[in-house]
């Protein structure tokens, strides 16, 4: 299949070269050319099928035509070793857990996914010393250094801005050594997302470098975020209760979304989607008004929703043909405050015993003042609250445990390099590789 870029002055690429350069040379994100709609018998039966089973049949609409069928199916298979369970939470509205994997966090899918294909690329074609450059607001660089970790032949730049992750999502990616390195930068997760983009666009860098990206612009990361949806139709099909499924997600670079958008666009019968913003509620404002103005993000407690400019926002213009309208007809949004993701971490935490983290309390609270009457509503819980410890703890009052997982990242020592904003400096760095 070929991929051709959202700006649209780019030629068209192969699923290994839009894997392995992530950005198109026009500065676009790569779109598939066409989006298959998977036959009705899949829905069906899809039920009966496991996680990894519905995985693979969707992966094989992407990348079936490029992968041998049994190097597609061993990527998948091994990327799901652990399952996104659907809870229910309080009335017609479900939990899909998607913590479950190494860092706790949704983007572990994508993130060993991608590390798998991009891996499989590598040996295809003899490449070596393949740099992965990742800007990370707090899940994306865990999820991404631990799927990359050990990977022959790859080395990753995870750049985090300083202060805005909580301490646990910061060892997650700062302990581990080996071929994982570890970019402190002195501002926003907005201004590591631009020192990516623009070494992408650097020719004296990309003639130094063989340089790929992690974060969702890269295909490889953020489609393989649609195998939840599917999942999370299957298990409420399975309940009888698949009729009318509205999906709320907690949204900040809005790859997580777009994946969904594209499983609607194979035929997933989801009703609609909510996206759910803190503060930083570019695409809320953008739904309202049809102006889409990005600006500095705001450090918020859901701070891996802390986007100021959402890069997948132009996939999402894109695959409804830059209409406002068709946009709007499938995509409601949110916006809440700190105050407001307190006070409903506390309040579900009190009545029903479930504990949200922050990003999920955002999608939660969307369903609860936002479903209608015979609609069924799951919200994606993105991360294990214990990753955002001193933040839940303060709000509810009450110890949360920690996974033995984080216990063990927590025992690491931090290993950062510090590092300003300015593009010139991390030039410099590279050019010294």
């Not at 009966?48 to 992966?59: C, D, M, N």
């Not at 899940?139 to 050990?150: E, I, K, P, Q, R």
């Not at 022959?152 to 700062?174: A, D, M, N």
Request: include cysteine; glycine fraction near 8%.
């Amino acid at each position: 299949m070929k991929y051709y870029s959202t700006n649209k002055q780019a030629a068209m690429a192969s699923l290994q070269e839009a894997v392995v350069k992530g950005l198109a040379s026009d500065k676009g994100l790569f779109m598939p050319e066409t989006i298959k709609t998977l036959p009705n018998e899949f829905f069906e039966n899809i039920e009966t099928l496991s996680f990894q089973e519905i995985a693979y049949r969707v992966a094989d609409a992407f990348f079936g035509e490029d992968v041998p069928a049994d190097t597609l199916k061993e990527i998948v298979y091994d990327t799901l070793s652990f399952d996104t369970p659907l809870v229910p939470v309080a009335g017609n509205i479900y939990s899909l857990e998607l913590f479950h994997g190494p860092t706790l966090a949704f983007k572990d899918v994508g993130g060993r996914f991608m590390a798998r294909l991009l891996g499989y690329f590598i040996r295809k074609e003899g490449l070596k010393n393949v740099n992965v450059l990742v800007a990370t607001s707090g899940d994306t660089g865990s999820a991404v250094a631990n799927g990359f970790l050990g990977v022959e032949g790859i080395h990753v730049y995870v750049l985090y801005p300083k202060g805005k992750v909580s301490e646990i999502q910061e060892k997650q990616f700062t302990t581990l050594g080996q071929n994982i390195t570890s970019l402190e930068i002195d501002g926003t997760f907005d201004d590591c997302q631009a020192l990516v983009k623009s070494a992408f666009m650097d020719e004296e860098l990309n003639k130094h470098l063989l340089l790929t990206s992690a974060n969702s612009i890269n295909v490889a990361r953020f489609l393989p975020q649609a195998f939840y949806y599917f999942y999370a139709y299957a298990q409420l099909k399975k309940l009888g209760k698949a009729d009318k499924m509205v999906i709320s997600v907690p949204s900040g670079n809005f790859g997580n979304i777009t994946a969904g958008l594209f499983g609607k666009q194979m035929g997933l019968p989801i009703s609609r989607f909510i996206a759910a913003n803190n503060k930083n509620d570019i695409f809320y404002q953008y739904l309202q008004t049809g102006k889409y103005n990005p600006r500095p993000s705001i450090a918020t407690i859901a701070n891996a929703m802390d986007v100021g400019d959402p890069s997948n926002f132009a996939r999402v213009l894109d695959l409804y043909g830059h209409s406002h309208s068709a946009i709007s007809a499938e995509i409601t949004g949110t916006t809440y405050s700190d105050e407001q993701i307190r006070e409903t971490l506390q309040s579900v935490y009190q009545e029903t015993h479930y504990l949200l983290d922050p990003h999920g309390a955002c999608g939660y609270r969307a369903l609860k003042e936002g479903l209608k009457d015979g609609e069924v509503g799951v919200f994606l819980e993105t991360a294990h609250p214990a990753k955002f410890l001193e933040t839940v703890e303060g709000i509810i009052h009450d110890k949360v445990t920690i996974p033995v997982k984080l216990q063990e990242f927590m025992k690491g020592e931090k290993k950062s390099l510090e590092m300003s904003k300015d593009f010139a400096d991390f030039k410099s760095y590279l050019l010294s590789l």
